[in-house]
């Protein structure tokens, strides 16, 4: 399995969390590498993190700011910016701190390592590439059993923070941007990033959809009908490209200037990985257009899909990629998006990938 296959993620991190939760601004009990897990309780000296070689353990410690911040103090002094005011962000999945007024510092747990390599190699593959900010790495390495990335602050304020404040003509212009800058992400290749085999995948993932949609709550009425329209689905094969996977107006930064607001930031690309294109529109559908035909026109007309193509038979794709996700939660989404015209998949389809007329 490559170093880089993103599929083993923490459930700490789940979209449902993130959505909830206030973003970063640019930013089991098995041991890990067979080391045997250590005492929840062990001292935390004033030069180093505390243990968290499980899942179980780094949610115990993640909130403990009295147990962190020894650590994080300690790694920024050896960084070289021991006197800058260290503040954490609210929410995220991930540790996350401001270094004065330029640099923010992302953790990453010793279960989180891969997605450690991950954002760090995906941030450096793109830097200066993109129509939009990301951030661009300072530094990245190891600190005892933790991993770390510094990198520079994105400008902005939050989408998901300043979207009612938006009129027409702004969120137009916002969905033209990320529209060019997905184009230009899709275009990136980042060497030895998973998962290694797209199709297989796809296949692990339509294996287990019911199930896992049953587990995270939803409704026998709608289960019923995944098996038949995955069937009804084709998804053709297409040379995969860079996905960040987790576009949302929670990792979308926005700045006023004279004409109004504007896309300013893209960041988060610890979930990055290779994949079909479509594949990137989920989140793009449910968390930033959310119903919003005219967005959504405008966005993947700057991606570039042209008029012909902007049909039934791509909102059935993204809808079949939906339920397909990593993080796929159909009940949540279903308390949370507009409501469809009656209760079937195909319904959902067009009304959450609406797509307005030219």
């Known amino acids: 399995m490559s170093a880089f296959h993103t599929n083993s993620r923490p459930p700490v991190r789940s979209l449902r969390n993130l959505v909830r939760m206030s973003p970063p601004a640019g930013a089991g009990e098995k041991g890990v590498n067979g080391r045997p897990p250590q005492p929840y309780g062990g001292e935390v000296t004033n030069h180093a993190l505390p243990a968290a070689e499980t899942e179980a353990r780094f949610a115990s410690v993640r909130r403990d700011e009295a147990r962190l911040r020894p650590g994080v103090l300690a790694l920024c002094r050896r960084l070289g910016h021991g006197g800058a005011d260290v503040t954490r962000f609210p929410g995220g999945s991930l540790p996350v701190y401001a270094v004065g007024d330029r640099l923010v510092l992302k953790l990453y747990p010793p279960t989180c390592r891969d997605n450690w390599q991950v954002e760090d190699h995906v941030l450096r593959a793109i830097d200066g590439r993109l129509p939009v900010p990301t951030p661009r790495v300072e530094a990245a390495g190891e600190f005892g059993d933790w991993r770390y990335v510094l990198m520079t602050r994105l400008g902005g304020e939050p989408l998901t923070e300043v979207w009612s404040r938006t009129d027409e003509r702004d969120r137009d212009a916002i969905a033209e941007r990320l529209g060019c800058a997905l184009a230009a992400l899709h275009e990136i290749t ?108 405008r966005l993947l007309t700057a991606y570039g899909h042209p008029d012909d193509r902007l049909d039934t038979a791509l909102q059935r794709r993204l809808l079949a990629y939906t339920l397909l996700h990593r993080y796929s939660d159909l009940a949540w989404y279903l308390e949370e998006m507009p409501a469809p015209p009656e209760p079937t998949l195909d319904a959902l389809a067009t009304r959450w990938w609406a797509l307005d007329t030219p």
Not at 246 to 254: D, K
Not at 270 to 295: I, K, L, Q, T, W
């Open 190 to 297: 980042v060497p030895a990033l998973g998962p290694p085999d797209w199709h297989r995948f796809v296949a692990d993932q339509r294996a287990c959809c019911v199930e896992r949609q049953r587990a995270r709550g939803l409704a026998p009425r709608w289960l019923a009908q995944i098996p038949d329209f995955l069937d009804s689905v084709p998804l053709p094969p297409s040379p995969p490209v860079l996905l960040h996977t987790e576009i949302m107006r929670e990792h979308l930064l926005v700045t006023r200037g004279p004409t109004g607001w504007s896309l300013s930031g893209l960041y988060d690309f610890e979930p990055a990985m290779m994949g079909d294109r479509d594949y990137e529109f989920v989140s793009v559908g449910v968390f930033v257009a959310r119903g919003d035909a005219r967005f959504l026109r």
